[in-house]
């Protein structure tokens, strides 16, 4: 639906959940007549394209459970998507309590006749994610996301435009005057960091297929812990005029 995976990955799969992974899954529609609700369920080996060894607790060991459900509204016009993963990543160690961390994500997205507007959400609560170094407390994490993007045509098949917007709290519960060390091996997570992130352009379409993007492209940073704590990062960003070129094959 936000359809320009060539200038950026959604929210979720931005921060490293995962958006692909071996396994089985069973996918199918409530509806086979109309094809507007359906469903997909999955057993995967939490190590997204590659088969790796099972010692890894991270990447073969625990086993990743998937669930997706989504309908289609208003002669698709509305398009809605309800998401849920689980994994479990560690056991536990006598110190720390058995580690997992799991999403619940909703999409929602509407068409107009000019505009395609998109929200995407998600809570992922990550287990026994960080320790508290005042209290010598191991505590979870709650991340809160959530993107926003828009996209349409300005002329017709030649021309057209696409803006987004996503912000990220890797920890909600963050108290800035302690410090914390991080448990967790999903990712390279770190609960420090907020983020916004911008990004806007256009979409010149010269021939069918081929697609020259003028975009930019930004992050900014804010550092959650006090300004006097050891290695604090004052806000900052970064940022980036980019010209996507795309090609779609095949079609």
């Known amino acids: 639906m936000w359809g320009y995976r060539s200038i950026e990955k959604t929210i979720t799969d931005f921060h490293k959940t995962n958006s692909y992974d071996v396994g ?16 997909v369920f999955m057993v995967g080996n939490n190590s997204t394209s590659s088969l790796l060894t099972a010692a890894n607790a991270n990447t073969g060991f625990y086993k990743m459970f998937y669930g997706d459900v989504w309908g ?67 505590e979870d994490a709650t991340v809160q996301a959530m993107s926003i993007w828009a996209r349409g045509p300005i002329i017709k098949d030649k021309l057209g435009f696409f803006a987004r917007f996503d912000t990220y709290n890797p920890d909600t519960d ?42 930019f492209w930004t992050v900014y940073y804010r550092d959650q812990r006090d300004p006097a704590t050891a290695g604090y990062l004052t806000n900052d960003h970064s940022l980036v005029y980019r010209l996507t070129f795309f090609y779609t094959f095949g079609k």
């Open 24 to 39: 089985v899954s069973l996918q199918g529609v409530f509806d086979p007549s109309t094809k507007n609700y359906g469903y």
């Open 72 to 138: 289609k509204f208003l002669d698709s016009k509305l398009v809605v998507d309800l998401y849920a993963d689980y994994v479990q990543t560690a056991p536990s160690t006598g110190i720390i309590n058995p580690q997992s961390h799991n999403v619940l994500k909703a999409f929602v997205a509407y068409s107009f006749p000019q505009v395609t507007i998109g929200v995407e959400a998600y809570t992922q609560s990550i287990a026994q994610a960080v320790t508290n170094s005042q209290t010598k407390l191991v």
């Open 174 to 215: 963050y108290n800035t005057a302690d410090s914390y060390t991080v448990n967790t091996n999903f990712g390279s997570y770190t609960p420090t960091v907020k983020e916004q992130f911008y990004t806007a352009g256009l979409d010149f379409t010269p021939e069918k297929n081929i697609h020259f993007m003028p975009n």
